[in-house]
């Protein structure tokens, strides 16, 4: 079954310490994709990447930090700078095409919680 | 820049048909998208539409008019498990999209 993970489902941390979230994806999909998600909101984007290797800052990218060294794999570390990283992290990966109009396909989601 | 504008609540009665609507103002236009999300959930994809018109698909419709920057999701013989959250999107060159907030859509028996 091709699709997208992310793990841990909840995740717990104390303030001042890094958190690095998991997301996988076996569909051979080139663009990946970090949304947070608050409360009675939209998804808005921290970082994506259309190859590997390569990588650019959403609209909140303050906090973050991304790797793609894989075409699998999209590690989001969240770290201590982020003043309110409590929220719900979701994982997306779509083809890369000319027009743009790619579904996004994501993953099940990540809920964090600093204590 | 992007933006986009959907109500943020809808209440609606089991069986009956609902209209959800976004607006958006873009540098662009690359379609747009309408996604489903029920809570604590992923959001799903509904429909993508580019061109100006009605697409059906089953009991959930997609409209478009790039004219007058508007789209609306019908949502017809509505169920409880229609209860979601519906996001509209708009993507973007680079392969991103800009999401709007999101319409809460409850259903009533």
């Known amino acids: 079954d091709g699709g997208i993970t992310q793990s841990p489902k909840y995740l717990f941390r104390k303030e001042g310490q890094n958190v690095t979230l998991s997301c996988e994806q076996n569909?051979?999909?080139?663009?990946m994709y970090w949304y947070r998600q608050d409360p009675g909101q939209g998804l808005r984007l921290i970082y994506y990447s259309q190859i590997v290797n390569d990588f650019q800052k959403g609209d909140i990218a303050e906090g973050y930090s991304v790797s793609r060294e894989k075409k699998e794999s999209f590690p989001l570390t969240v770290t201590s700078a982020q003043k309110n990283p409590t929220a719900f992290y979701l994982c997306a990966s779509s083809i890369v095409g000319l027009a743009g109009g790619n579904e996004q396909f994501f993953g099940p989601g990540t809920r964090l919680t600093v204590l | 820049g992007q933006n986009i504008d959907q109500p943020t609540e809808m209440t609606a009665t089991e069986g009956a048909i609902v209209q959800i609507n976004c607006t958006y103002q873009t540098s662009g236009f690359n379609g747009l998208f309408w996604y489903q999300q029920h809570a604590g959930e992923a959001p799903t994809f509904l429909s993508y539409?580019?061109?100006?018109g009605l697409e059906e698909k089953g009991r959930f419709s997609s409209f478009l008019s790039r004219s007058k920057g508007y789209s609306y999701l019908l949502l017809k013989e509505l169920q409880m498990k229609d209860s979601a959250s519906y996001l509209c999107?708009?993507?973007?060159?680079?392969?991103?999209?800009?999401f709007g907030d999101g319409t809460t859509l409850t259903v009533k028996p």
């Open positions: 999107a708009v993507p973007l060159r680079a392969g991103k999209s800009t």
């Open positions: 539409n580019v061109l100006d």
């Open positions: 569909l051979n999909h080139d663009a």
